[in-house]
């Protein structure tokens, strides 16, 4: 029987992994990005965050094994908010993962940060990560209007937040 997810800090000797998810056009589609990237910018992105206090990032594994990547970006201590991103390695998508570290995140964001509201952008037509967002608490908030251009064509975003007092722990 596999062991229960947890996430970690990344390291550096991380990098290779997430280089690898970077360079996936199935993750980056859903990250609005362009499946480019060398593994020197993943570097030199990782050494800048290391004094960014606006953003903490984890590695997802369990037993040892490396499954995903995610953070909580744009941290505001002020207002207490932030936002939520999340990529899981293909080969680990499919098993309730995404689910459970969408709750670690949630959880280290409301309890250690003490944050109140956690944001997250998707795309309309991710409609698994819809779902796995509304089953843990996510809200649909609003909806932007040609956000994205992915594959040659627009597509709009949804904005999804919650709010720690609507969090309900599993």
């Known amino acids: 029987m596999a062991g229960k997810l947890q996430i970690r800090t990344v390291e550096k000797s991380d990098l290779d ?12 589609q859903y990250w609005c990005g362009e499946p480019y990237t060398t ?16 953003i903490r990032e984890f590695i997802i594994y369990q037993d040892d094994e490396k499954i995903g990547y995610t953070s909580l970006f744009n941290l505001n201590f002020s207002h207490r908010t932030g936002t939520f991103g ?14 459970d570290s969408t709750r670690l995140i949630v959880e ?24 796995v967002y509304k089953k843990v608490g996510f809200q649909i908030e609003g909806e932007k209007k040609q956000q994205y251009y992915i594959n ?7 904005l999804m937040g919650l709010l720690k007092g609507d969090y309900k722990p599993k």
């Not at 040659?152 to 949804?158: M, P, Q």
Request: aromatic share 10%; net charge positive.
């Open 17 to 28: 992994f997430i280089h690898k998810m970077r360079k996936n056009n199935d993750i980056m």
């Open 39 to 54: 593994k020197e910018k993943v570097l030199k992105n990782y050494e800048d965050r290391q004094t960014d206090t606006t």
């Open 86 to 99: 999340i990529m899981l390695d293909p080969y680990h998508q499919g098993n309730g993962h995404a689910a």
């Open 108 to 131: 280290y964001g409301f309890n250690i940060l003490n944050l109140n509201k956690i944001n997250l952008d998707v795309v309309d037509y991710n409609k698994k990560a819809i779902h």
């Open 152 to 158: 040659g064509k627009y597509t709009n975003g949804l």
